[in-house]
């Protein structure tokens, strides 16, 4: 896959068991990903949403795959959806918890419901108030809301002094 030799990566991954819930998924993700490279993106979000449609009981780590594949397609209500069937299950003091209220906020935000993306990024940074990317990505969507600036600005400093080498800080 990694070499671009696309159908070399289909023929072994014809190799793995549809019988078995992991290597199905791990074969219907790697196809997804292929059909992205070849046809495009929402061709590939058809593939894998009716693929894991036909998994019975997906656990958290397929609904969470199936989230990301459709937050990176910009189907951001359907991410939403999946993201809190994970959330719902997880305990409050959870950092994966964190990191999924971060990507669920950050759909509530590119949807403009503001009131429910500052809430979950907030939420996130209750769990885990280190979060640099969390503490930039809240500030700037109150920046450009022109919204708690000055609050803005000291979530910014925090992250920045958290992650002062990392370019997107």
Known sequence: YLNKNYKKSKTVLKNFDKNQDFYYWYRS??????????KSREE??????????KIKN?????????????KNSK???KAIKYYSLIIDELNNDNEVKADLLYRRGGCYERLKD????????QQSLIINPNDAYVLNYLAYSWLER???????????QNAYDLQSDDPYI
Do not use: G, R, V
């Not at 993700?29 to 070849?38: L, M, N, R």
């Open 75 to 77: 189907k951001y209500k």
């Open 44 to 53: 590939a979000l058809n593939y894998i949403s009716s693929k894991f449609e």
């Open 146 to 156: 022109e919204y708690k600036i000055d609050e803005a600005m000291k979530l910014l």
């Open 114 to 121: 503001f009131a429910n993306a500052d809430k979950d990024l």
């Open 58 to 70: 997906p656990n958290n780590k397929f609904i969470f795959d199936i989230a990301n594949f459709y």
């Open 29 to 38: 993700k790697k196809e997804a990903q292929i059909i992205i490279k070849e």
